[in-house]
């Protein structure tokens, strides 16, 4: 048991410090402020903005493009923030829901960017989670040139959903947060970037930071 213990210590401390290396190699290469808005878009665009909180990526990639944008934000106070900062713009439109697995309601424990249905913390609240493959066929989205995926560890049922229904293979770029605190969070991982891996190459990868699929055969960024 102590040898065991000390080899997941070890392991922890190492995979720190690969973490704190592609971090730093993420920031020279200036990721948050070219990689992440590098794309081929326009005002005819649609984007999916998974994990809004502030809205600020949103309101950074339309000043970009002018493209259309929806905003998932489950958290409610988070959502009418949002709400309220684009109250006058109506290319862009604040969902109070995330996209899930399956359509639900689940407890969420709220702090800040770091708000997490995993990270049992004070201040939970009900949000509502509603099926991906559901709001897609409700709504008739058939084409989305970009989905931004930052949810605190809801992307592995998200992104599994998206590939079982094909819906994976209507989405020109997917650009996705992993996060490694979920159970089996690297296992999970490789295996969705396997199965992306048929329909989808990508464009930049910083492992547990972000990482960004185009769809094969899209000529765009």
């Given at each position: 048991m102590a040898f065991e213990a000390l080899a997941n210590s070890l392991n922890r401390r190492l995979h720190r410090r690969r973490?704190?290396?592609m971090l730093k190699r993420w920031s020279d290469d200036g990721g948050d402020r070219t990689l992440r808005f590098d794309y081929d878009l326009d005002e005819h665009s649609l984007v999916l903005d998974?994990?809004?909180?502030?809205?600020?990526w949103a309101s950074d990639l339309?000043?970009?493009y002018r493209c259309r944008i929806f905003v998932f934000e489950p958290v409610r106070s988070f959502a009418d923030q949002i709400s309220e900062r684009f109250r006058k713009n109506s290319d862009i439109a604040v969902l109070p829901f995330g996209l899930g697995g399956a359509s639900r309601t689940q407890?969420?424990?709220v702090r800040g960017a770091s708000s997490s249905t995993y990270r049992k913390r004070s201040n939970a609240q009900q949000i509502e989670i509603v099926d991906t493959a559901k709001w897609f066929?409700?709504?008739?989205i058939?084409?989305?040139?970009l989905m931004k995926i930052n949810v605190e560890g809801g992307e592995y049922e998200l992104l599994e959903r998206l590939i079982e229904t094909k819906l994976i293979q209507s989405i020109?770029?997917?650009?996705?947060?992993?996060?490694?605190f979920t159970t089996d969070a690297t296992e999970r991982m490789e295996s969705i970037q396997a199965a992306l891996l048929e329909t989808h190459s990508p464009t930049y990868q910083y492992r547990f930071i972000w990482e960004n699929w185009r769809r094969n055969g899209d000529s765009g960024k």
């Open positions: 973490y704190r290396a998974l994990g809004g909180y502030e809205g600020q339309y000043a970009r407890t969420i424990y066929s409700d709504n008739d058939r084409s989305v040139q020109d770029n997917v650009q996705v947060q992993f996060h490694n």
